[in-house]
């Protein structure tokens, strides 16, 4: 009797542990046993069995269509698809094409008891994985509010203490870490560099990389200088993840992360390592960045690119280059609404401005302002009165973000609290938790 063989695995860490070798050696051993001629071997090495697109399963399923073998042997169902909807129809074309499936683990099916058996084991088993994902799912966000740090890939300049003898697992200060996370605030706060200037400084000085190699990008430096958990604070729930089966080229399915509303996000007091207040500089800092960043200021013909206003009806100019081609191309000023869209059927009336007539005005005129010497005072009384009320509504953010913290570090306290009451935590533990919550 010709028989074939159908081996899977479907994680790199099954690939490196040569599950499949077993899983190969024991179908063999079955074929020898009862004096089968072994015809072909398929194997999928890391390939998920949530989806059909498997090279050697796609070789397997032609093969039986050309009736190359009446058997085909495997460890057990779940090696064949991990859905029960796809074992059904690969059972069924199998049938079809009078090939038996035997499974180590499961027997043959090959009469309609055998058949009616596999399809509740496989009903079963699917539906007890969605119950254990879900239990997961759900066990993780109650320990989440709980102030637990459940996820393993925590920010850089942090180490995760697991849980152990009842104490919740939580974050601690790696220094050495952490030293790194202080001297890109303060380079990116007082020095006035760039992420992608940071990054170069870091790789070239030799500083190593979160992903522990010696190359930093400048996107892992965007990353620091946004995360709150810096400042005392770690989100947890912030992305929602969802598996997207079908990729091409893939050989397991794609995750992909959305961002969730704030309101979803489930906040959890961690030590601080940046003050608020550099925290805060940083983010204008960013602000401004984006807004002057040479991506944003290709042309340098434009001396005004996003400070010019329509005078007409007050919305923002853009900028333009006609003849881009040409020996002397020509640039302009229009107003963002002189376009027509299905939303607004009237165009601004205003006219096209050229940059070079304007630019030089607006040049002169600034150039004579600033020969003015009570213009230049008046105009530095301002600016200081300006930004003692910038200082006024900094303060005031501050306050709600150290309120917010506060009342994190007291819901904390509880917690801990009643963990030492119910027995779960010794004196010990509990003192030296609560000076993690007090810094």
Request: proline content about 3%.
């Amino acid at each position: 009797m010709r028989a074939a063989i159908y081996a899977r695995v479907s994680s790199e860490r099954q690939e490196k542990e040569h599950t499949i070798g077993s899983q190969l050696e024991a179908l063999r051993n079955y074929a020898a046993q009862h004096g089968m001629n072994l015809v072909e071997e398929f194997t999928d090495e890391g390939y998920s069995g949530a989806r059909l697109d498997r090279p050697a399963l796609d070789r397997m399923r032609d093969l039986a269509e050309r009736r190359g073998f009446e058997v085909l042997l495997t460890y057990c169902t779940d090696r064949l698809a991990r859905k029960f909807v796809l074992q059904a129809l690969i059972l069924e074309e199998l049938e079809r094409f009078g090939v038996k499936a035997i499974f180590l683990e499961g027997g043959a099916v090959d009469d309609p008891l055998s058949k009616l058996m596999h399809q509740i084991t496989g009903a079963v088993a699917e539906f007890e994985r969605a119950k254990i994902t879900e239990r997961n799912r759900r066990g993780r966000l109650y320990r989440a509010r709980c102030g637990e740090i459940v996820c393993w890939k925590v920010p850089f300049g942090y180490v995760r203490v697991p849980r152990r003898d009842g104490v919740a697992a939580h974050l601690e200060i790696d220094e050495s870490k952490a030293a790194v996370v202080r001297r890109i605030f303060g380079i990116y706060v007082k020095q006035g560099l760039t992420v992608r200037q940071i990054a170069k400084q870091l790789t070239l000085g030799g500083t190593p990389a979160p992903s522990g190699g010696r190359q930093w990008s400048w996107a892992v430096v965007d990353r620091i200088l946004h995360d709150e958990a810096y400042i005392g604070t770690f989100y947890h729930n912030r992305y929602n993840c969802e598996t997207v089966e079908e990729m091409h080229g893939r050989k397991r399915p794609y995750v992909k992360c959305t961002l969730r509303p704030r309101e979803e996000w489930i906040p959890i007091s961690v030590p601080s390592i940046i003050a608020l207040e550099t925290f805060y500089q940083a983010g204008l800092r960013v602000r401004d960045n984006q807004k002057f960043s040479p991506r944003n200021l290709q042309e340098p013909a434009y001396l005004l690119r996003r400070l010019v206003r329509c005078g007409h009806c007050g919305a923002t100019c853009s900028a333009n280059t006609v003849g881009r081609t040409a020996r002397r191309p020509s640039h302009y000023y229009f107003c963002a609404r002189k376009g027509k869209t299905f939303l607004r059927e009237q165009r601004c009336a205003q006219r096209y401005i050229g940059a070079d007539v304007l630019d030089q005005l607006v040049g002169e005129e600034v150039s004579t302002r600033l020969q003015d010497p009570d213009l230049v005072l008046e105009a530095h009384r301002e600016c200081r009165a300006h930004g003692m009320d910038r200082e006024e509504a900094s303060s005031s953010e501050q306050m709600q973000k150290l309120a917010s913290q506060i009342k994190l570090a007291h819901t904390e306290q509880t917690r801990l609290l009643d963990a030492y009451q119910a027995g779960a935590m010794e004196l010990a533990e509990l003192q030296k938790r609560r000076r993690l919550v007090d810094a």
